[in-house]
Structures are given as structure tokens and as C-alpha cells.
């Protein structure tokens, strides 16, 4: 049966394998049938736990770890070679802040134009799917309510708003990679999809809390100082952005950018689901928030991608259940 799967579906890379959704991709990817090959980062992933990973079902037959950091894009090579489709997840990742900001893009943006080209010297992948995200959209002066993917962020918009804070880094990071990766795709017939997802939560497999759940999870954690940052915001479920983007690499005539983003909510409404969906933990009331300011995001629009045919399967509720059970399991709650 094993083989028979491999045959079918093909193999695939994921880059950047041991970060929060790119786990969990390799999780779904391997329910659905396909290989997978997946990086880590060699300088200081190669003492990491990676039982996480390697304990996956299908992992022992269907799994394979090979070593690649964005400051070699040919590191790339070995672990792309013979795939039909390669996800690219990895972003670099600097918690201590020791690097510049123009050094964070040039090895964000020349180390996915690495992959690409690797791609491209294959002849085996059939199209790429790029992981952006929703700050290459919301970050612009526009006035919009609602912003599609015709829309872009604007660095200067960014810096602006942002100054040092590393939100603007990571920003500006991810829309001249973005562009860049669509540029190369575009100039050189590679076939490149690009995926935006707003704030990823849910379960997760990683064993560390992701940014994106705990943020999410601010009133459940009762970070006070930081309810600001849920003014308004949109969601998507782990899984379904996991789904979406296997769905946009098998779907025929997928072209371009999609927004992928489930559900937004405001900081009341949230209170108001939480406290009545979680009594046992202290849900500032939705009256205590209404007056709150702060950093709202921008709306955006998932109607390219339900158009192709995608269909949303969790929302808020399901979102929050899954992620506390994780939380509890991993000693975060």
C-alpha cells in the first residue's frame, strides 16, 4: 500500500521542516499519500529532538531529513532533486536579533531564488508552493476595508508603523521575498503558486509553543498588556491552511496569489465566544474591551481561493479547542 501511495502521489520537499506549520504539513502530506523530503537547518537544528517529525505516521517509509540554510542556497539541491513539488516554508529565523535587517533579506530572498532555481535544474518539479503571509498585504496606506491578493504592502508604510520592531523586519523580509519569488518564477517559466495565510492556529506537533497560537491564546493566557494585538483579527485553522495548500498544488489551474484566512473577529466578539466556550479560564468581559485601541489589521478577502473550489472546514471554535488540547498535552496550559 505504501508503495503503491508513492507511486500516486509522487515525492514532495518541504523546506524548513521542523518550524510550526511546516510540521504539520509534513504531517498532512503524509496522511494524503505523498513522499516527503524536508530540511533543517544544520548550524543549530542537528542537536534539536526531531522525534516530532521522524515519529509521524508514514514517517519511517515516507520521510526523509536532509540539512539546507538559506545562506547556501545550493544546500538545497540534494533534497529537491527528484520531487514532483516543492513546498517552500522556511523563513529565517533570528530570536536573538544579532542580524541586520538587510542581511535577514538578502539570505530570505537569495536563498529562495536558490530553491527556485534548483527547481528549475530538476526537471522533476512540477510547480512550487510559496508560504507568504498576510503582512505582504495589510501593511499599505490604501484605506481599504477588504484587500485582495492584487494588493501589496508597502515597505516604507511598514517602517513607518513599525520602526525596529521586529514585526517590520519580518514584513519587509516576507514582501520582497514574495516578489521576488514571483519575479524568478515569472522570467524563467516556473510554475509558483503563492499562499497568504493571516494568523495560523490550532493543534500543532512542534513540542515549543508557536508565536502565532499564543498570540492567539492571549486572553486564555490572560496577557493583558498584550490584548491589544486582537483588535481584529483574522484566523485560519492549522489543518485547513495545511489543506489549501495541498489543494492549490494539485489543482490544475491555480495561478498567482491566494489569501488564505478562514474567519476575523473582533476583540468582543472573541471574549464573548471564549468566556462562554471556556468558563474555567479568566475572559476579561466583551464591555471591558470595546474602547480598547490599538493596531487593527486590515480585512482581507479568501474569495480567490474559494473560487478555485477550496472549502474552509474549521472555525473559531474548532480552532481554540484544538489548540488548548495541545497546549495541555505539551505542559503549555
Not at 191 to 201: A, F, G, N, Q, R
Given at each position: ?274 468566556s462562554a466556550r471556556y468558563p474555567e479560564y479568566p475572559i476579561p468581559s466583551a464591555d471591558s474591551l470595546r474602547d480598547m485601541t490599538g493596531f487593527k489589521y486590515g480585512g482581507v478577502s479568501s474569495k480567490k481561493l474559494l473560487d ?26
Open positions: 500500500m505504501e508503495e503503491n501511495k508513492e507511486i500516486e502521489k509522487g515525492r514532495v520537499c518541504v523546506t524548513g521542516g521542523t518550524g510550526f506549520f511546516a510540521s504539520w504539513l509534513i504531517k498532512r502530506l503524509l496522511e494524503d499519500g505523498y513522499s516527503v523530503n524536508t530540511t533543517i537547518r544544520s548550524s543549530s537544528e542537528r542537536r534539536r529532538n526531531i522525534d516530532y517529525l521522524t515519529d509521524l505516521p508514514g514517517a519511517s517509509g515516507r520521510l526523509q531529513i536532509f540539512n539546507a540554510d538559506l545562506d547556501k542556497p545550493d544546500s538545497f539541491n540534494a533534497a529537491i532533486e527528484g520531487c514532483v513539488g516543492v513546498f517552500h516554508v522556511a523563513h529565517p529565523i533570528d530570536i536573538e536579533s544579532k542580524e541586520t535587517e538587510e542581511s535577514k533579506i538578502k539570505k530570505s530572498v537569495s536563498g529562495t531564488i536558490g530553491i527556485l532555481q534548483a527547481c528549475l535544474n530538476s526537471k522533476t518539479v512540477k510547480r512550487v508552493v510559496y508560504t507568504s503571509s498576510a503582512s505582504t498585504v495589510t501593511f499599505n496606506d490604501k484605506g481599504l476595508d477588504i484587500m485582495d491578493e492584487s494588493i501589496w504592502s508597502d515597505v516604507d508604510h511598514v517602517r513607518r508603523n513599525f520602526g525596529d520592531h521586529g514585526m517590520s523586519t519580518y514584513s519587509i523580509t516576507k514582501i520582497l521575498t514574495e516578489k521576488a519569488a514571483l519575479e524568478f518564477a515569472e522570467k524563467h517559466g516556473l510554475d509558483l503558486v503563492s499562499i497568504i495565510p493571516t494568523w495560523i492556529h490550532g493543534p500543532f506537533v512542534c513540542p515549543f509553543l508557536p508565536g502565532s497560537v499564543r498570540m492567539s491564546m492571549l486572553m486564555i493566557f490572560g496577557y493583558q498588556d498584550e490584548y491589544k494585538h486582537l483588535l481584529s483579527t483574522p484566523f485560519v485553522h492549522t489543518d485547513d491552511l495545511a489543506r489549501a495548500h495541498i489543494f492549490l498544488f494539485e489543482c490544475p489551474d491555480a495561478k498567482g496569489r491566494y489569501i488564505c484566512s478562514a474567519v476575523e473577529i473582533t476583540i468582543d466578539k472573541l471574549a464573548e465566544c471564549l478555485t473550489g477550496f472549502e474552509y472546514k474549521y472555525g473559531i471554535e474548532d480552532m481554540f479547542d484544538a489548540a488548548i488540547q495541545c497546549c495541555k498535552q505539551k505542559g503549555f496550559l
